[in-house]
């Protein structure tokens, strides 16, 4: 589900290391001119990389020792009603299908090329947008993979999501200027695009 993050400004970004502006969150934003939030997309590509690696190394820890409790003597079935090395076999399936998905989203942000977007380019995959909501300036990274992913930097917050989900969907083929509606939890909130990379 669409959860919605937020980066707040009160005052024009300066360009910074990576290509990236720091900005101040959670303050209110004073102006609608401000300067689009610049963080360089090579760094969020590797902030997703590190993060599915970290995912992979956990998933694959958890499957083998999961592996190794269904196949322990302990765990054999006393009778046709104990079934603790049954649901551990399927719990160790569904562990080492998560970390083969998990591989296969890490190959795909290993080779990803990123696009070059401008204000009348339309948006697509690797796009990054800002989008602005009643003063409030939220990023989004569209990914092909790992919707919902959480990047942090140097107090910049980007939310991947991919072309699948109910905002990506939206999102495509749009152009700086447009206006979406979004439907969170409460009544539908309508955002406007600010900036594409």
Do not use: W
């Not at 204000?119 to 602005?132: K, S």
């Amino acid at each position: 589900m669409y959860r919605p993050t937020t980066v707040r400004l009160s005052t024009p970004a300066t360009h910074g290391l990576d290509g990236f502006a720091p900005c101040i969150a959670h303050q209110t934003c004073q102006s609608a001119a401000l300067h689009p939030i610049v963080i360089s997309k090579r760094i969020i590509v590797r902030q997703i990389i590190e993060q599915l690696s970290e995912q992979l190394a956990t998933l694959a820890g958890a499957s083998r020792a999961m592996h190794a409790d269904a196949s322990d003597e302990q765990n054999k079935a006393e009778d046709q009603y104990d079934t603790r090395g049954l649901e551990t076999a399927y719990l160790a399936s569904s562990q080492a299908r998560l970390a083969t998905e998990t591989e296969q989203s890490l190959a795909v942000y290993q080779s990803l090329e990123l696009g070059k977007f401008q204000e009348t380019t339309p948006i697509d995959l690797t796009a990054l947008v800002e989008l602005e909501s009643r003063g409030t300036r939220t990023l989004y990274f569209l990914g092909p993979t790992s919707g919902g992913l959480e990047i942090h930097h140097k107090g910049t917050e980007v939310l991947v999501i991919t072309p699948e989900s109910p905002l990506g969907q939206q999102l495509l083929g749009r152009k700086v200027g447009d206006r979406i509606r979004i439907q969170t939890r409460g009544p539908a909130q309508e955002s406007r695009v600010t900036s594409v990379s």
